[in-house]
């Protein structure tokens, strides 16, 4: 037997103290038309274009009331594939809904993306909680990819080049052609690695 989630939004299911004045409609919740959902470092604040691996991350959307009612309680739903097996799924609730011409920020935290070479496919849905077969509005897809980091510390640290780095700079203290030798092996090496991406 299926099991249903109920809700009880505050005004919405009207009482002896309950009248006309407390009805709420989620129909005109919105998302922005154009770069509406995203992929933020610091919890909204900035949109990062191009995420990149070893950061951590939120995936963010703004949502306006954009009619004349209150909205009552709502949750936005976050799915993260293309190949990211399996999807990363999460939401962002509202229980206080929106007043109309109200916004807010849905924000949910997702972490850093692995240091592997993917396409990933971003999306953002709001739903009512009383319907969640039917998204009232989706956010426009966000299709990225995040590449491998062959340059920088973060690199060194997930692909076992510290070795080497370590190696040069014990070996640089004490003799100087050594460490002329593991620079041009370190250049050869990080060419190679640019080819073979």
Known sequence: ???????????????????????????QLRTPEKDSVYVSPDGGTTNESFPKQGVEYD??????????????PFYVHFTLSGDQN???EQDFKQDDGLDAGQSVKAVV??????????????????????APE???????TFDFPVNTEDTGSSSSDSTGNT????????????????????????????SADNASA
């Open 1 to 27: 037997m299926k099991q249903a989630k109920f809700y009880f939004p505050n005004g919405d299911n009207s009482g002896a103290d309950g009248g006309s004045d407390k009805k709420t409609d989620n129909t």
């Open 59 to 72: 995936f963010c959307v703004d949502v306006t009331n954009t009619g004349k009612l209150p909205s009552g």
């Open 86 to 88: 399996p999807p990363f």
């Open 109 to 130: 935290h997702f972490g850093s993306f692995p240091n592997e070479f993917k396409d990933y496919l971003l999306e953002a849905c709001i739903y009512s909680p009383s």
């Open 134 to 140: 039917t998204p009232i509005n989706c956010a426009g």
């Open 163 to 190: 070795d080497n780095s370590s190696g040069s700079s014990d070996s640089s203290t004490d003799n100087p052609d050594v460490s002329a030798v593991n620079a041009a092996t370190s250049s050869g090496s990080a």
